[in-house]
């Protein structure tokens, strides 16, 4: 790369810093106040864009049109922002954080479909700002004009946001509820107008950062979860909270990107490297990188890392001899269903038993082993493609490859939970998603092995086993069997362990249980029953395709297991149970089925905080306590 190229790559990686920046800033912003970890934060930016298009259409041309529609779009979104806030997420603030993000994840549906009906599918580009249409030569080459002001915006905005927290009384009391919410509510401090301004600046900046993007990049319905996905690196890496560590991050990720991009291929002793290609996840391995040298992030602060995630939870009661009596009866109801029914219905029931042993894996780490997932959808692909990959290329039969793969994704788990169980809380869930973003790429990159983007078909069955009726019977033993080893794990002693490890590491250190250690043992359990359950789904659907790694099939069974109810053994059952019927359900009657499957997850939200199972569990405790009387 010559010097006057390199010049050109450092000035875009500087234009894409201040884009990334903006909507960071608003993340971070929301997430150090509020607590919250706002998955809905992508849409935020989206909506800018369309109401950006629409508006700067409606004003007309010129300067005023331009500019009076980029600043309306995002005080739009604002008060958007000010109305989730004030009329959802209130109701949640005491609610455990990731039935705070379930929420989130709903509005992220519902916006989808609501920017689908109003804009309609197609993508949307807008005008180029007026006066900064052309370029200008630097070192001989041409660079937009646009860029250079895009460039002047992020430092702007920055020193601005630093003038708002520390010369102004609402920034000094944004500080203080930053630092400790529960001491700046008792000195007085009006925490709810005090969130909804902050969740109502946040917003601003999404909707302002997405509108500034127009003239660059079109409004399309799937640039949500793109965008969120990278600024929730970009918070991660500068350190949660902190606002010049966003903007320090933000610089880091775009340059580097950048220049993966200028560089290009590289050939080396007749081996072609391809830097371009590393741009899907170059973000990733920074971020791996960062938090495995500095776990709290470039400007964070290393008390955010504790190990202790949350108060300690009740213990794990066995099923009383009625419940393993009606599950016993129910197994033996769903292994005679294939005599009764046919076709589709036995498809269905396959997806929900594979999602079943899927969310079961998940909640193994994240409700007893208190270790919060955002990848674990990579140990589901990763068993998927090694049963493929082994049956295809290897010339295994299907039962054998179903088992290595199996073992191939808790080699995977082996691997990433060794650096995983270092940390805890939002930054070890963001690792996990490192992972997962960087086992997707490479999939999704090796052409010559793994199909690539195409992924790799004719994954069938042996033929004693072709039939619906014989598959839906192997998949209903291998989850049945599958979950009864989670739970007999659960009150094992290792089981006993990793409970402890996850109440008071530092009691469990001091008794001898290796913390890590156990916690690391747990990442690999999990990992080889979620690649159970991606090998049983690859030959369910005869093919294979990297989206079963995808950030999407994460956030799947992060529902899963929140619907159902993380404090409790047959929460995850429920939970995908009824997600992957819904979702069935809605998808095949409805055209804005996204709309309608986030508000039922919203009111399953509003109306059972504790779960499906945990809800059910609590009635039956109220309707079978015997009554007191009362006490003189």
């Known amino acids: 790369m010559t010097a006057a190229a390199a010049l050109i790559q450092f000035l875009n990686g500087l234009a894409s810093a201040s884009s990334l920046f903006l909507v960071a800033a608003g993340l971070s912003l929301i997430f150090g106040v509020t607590r919250i970890v706002n998955f809905a934060h992508g849409s935020l930016y989206m909506l800018g864009m369309y109401l950006a298009v629409s508006l700067i259409e409606y004003f007309g041309g010129g ?27 209130r109701r949640i603030y005491h609610a455990p954080e990731l039935l705070q993000l379930l929420a989130t994840f709903a509005l992220v549906l519902i916006v989808k479909d609501a920017c689908l009906w109003i804009w309609g599918p197609e993508d949307l580009m807008g005008p180029r700002a007026p006066g900064m249409a052309g370029a200008i030569e630097i070192v001989g080459r041409r660079f937009p004009e646009y860029d250079i002001f895009l460039i002047f915006i992020g430092p702007l905005v920055l020193v601005a946001l630093w003038l708002l927290m520390t010369r102004t009384r609402w920034g000094t009391l944004v500080r203080a509820a930053t630092e400790d919410r529960e001491m700046a509510g008792a000195l007085g401090v009006n925490q709810r107008w005090l969130f909804t301004g902050v969740f109502a600046l946040g917003a601003f900046l999404a909707g302002l950062g997405g509108a500034l993007q127009i003239p660059r990049e ?21 350190g949660l909270g902190s606002i010049s560590g966003a903007f320090l991050a933000a610089l880091l990720i775009a340059e580097i990107k950048a220049f993966c991009i200028g560089i290009g291929d590289v050939t080396v002793l007749g081996t072609v ?35 202790n995630t949350g108060e300690t939870e009740a213990p794990l009661a066995l099923p009383s001899a009625t419940m393993q009596r009606l599950t016993l009866a129910a197994l033996i109801g769903l292994a005679v269903v294939p005599l009764f029914v046919s076709g589709y219905p036995l498809v269905l029931l396959i997806d929900i038993f594979i999602a079943v042993l899927f969310a079961a894996s998940l909640h193994f780490m994240m ?24 049956l295809q290329k290897g010339g295994i039969s299907m039962l054998p490859a179903l088992l290595f793969g199996s073992l191939i994704a808790g080699i995977g788990a082996l691997i990433f939970g060794w650096f995983c169980v270092r940390l805890s809380g939002v930054y070890l869930a963001m690792l996990t998603l490192a992972f997962a973003q960087i086992a997707w790429s490479i999939i999704f990159q090796w052409d010559q ?44 002693p290792f089981g006993y362990a990793l409970r402890a490890g996850r109440d008071s590491p530092m009691r469990a250190d001091a008794i001898g249980i290796h913390v890590r250690h156990v916690q690391w043992a747990g990442f690999i359990v999990a990992g080889l029953a979620a690649g159970l359950g991606g090998s049983l789904y690859a030959f369910s659907k005869g093919s ?13 069974g992060l529902v899963m297991v929140l619907l159902g109810g993380i404090q ?11 997600f992957t019927w819904l979702q069935d359900a809605v998808a095949r009657e409805l055209d ?4 309608v499957l986030g508000a039922i997850i919203l009111l399953l939200v509003l109306l059972f905080p504790g779960g499906l199972a945990g809800t059910l569990r609590q009635q039956l405790q109220r309707f079978t306590k015997p009554s007191s009387g009362v006490s003189a």
Not at 277 to 289: C, D, N, S, Y
Not at 455 to 467: D, E, K, Q, R, T
Not at 568 to 578: I, K, M, N
Not at 592 to 595: I, M
């Open 592 to 595: 804005y089925w996204r709309a």
């Open 63 to 89: 300067h005023l049109g331009f500019w009076g529609g980029v600043l309306c779009a995002a005080s739009i979104v604002a008060a958007i922002g000010a109305l989730i806030e004030s009329v959802l997420l």
């Open 367 to 390: 409700g007893p082993g208190g270790m919060h997932s955002f990848g674990h959808a990579a140990y589901f692909g990763l068993g998927a493609y090694g049963a493929a990959l082994l």
């Open 544 to 556: 294979i395709s990297p989206d079963a790694l995808a950030v999407p099939r994460s956030v799947d």
């Open 218 to 238: 079109p409004a399309q319905l799937f640039i949500d979860l793109s965008v969120i996905s990278d600024a929730f690196v970009v918070v991660v890496v500068g």
């Open 273 to 307: 490297f391809s830097f371009s290609k590393l741009t899907l996840v170059v973000e990733f391995i920074v971020m791996a990188v960062v938090l495995v040298l500095r776990p709290w992030g470039l400007l964070g602060r290393a008390m955010s890392i504790a190990r």
């Open 568 to 578: 409790s053994l047959t929460g995850p059952v429920w939970g995908a149970a009824l």
């Open 449 to 492: 092995f793994t199909g690539g983007s195409n992924g790799l078909v004719g994954i069938w069955p042996s033929p004693w086993l072709a039939s619906k009726a014989a598959y839906y019977t192997l998949t209903l033993s291998a989850t049945a069997l599958g979950v009864f080893a989670l739970w007999r794990i659960l009150h094992a």
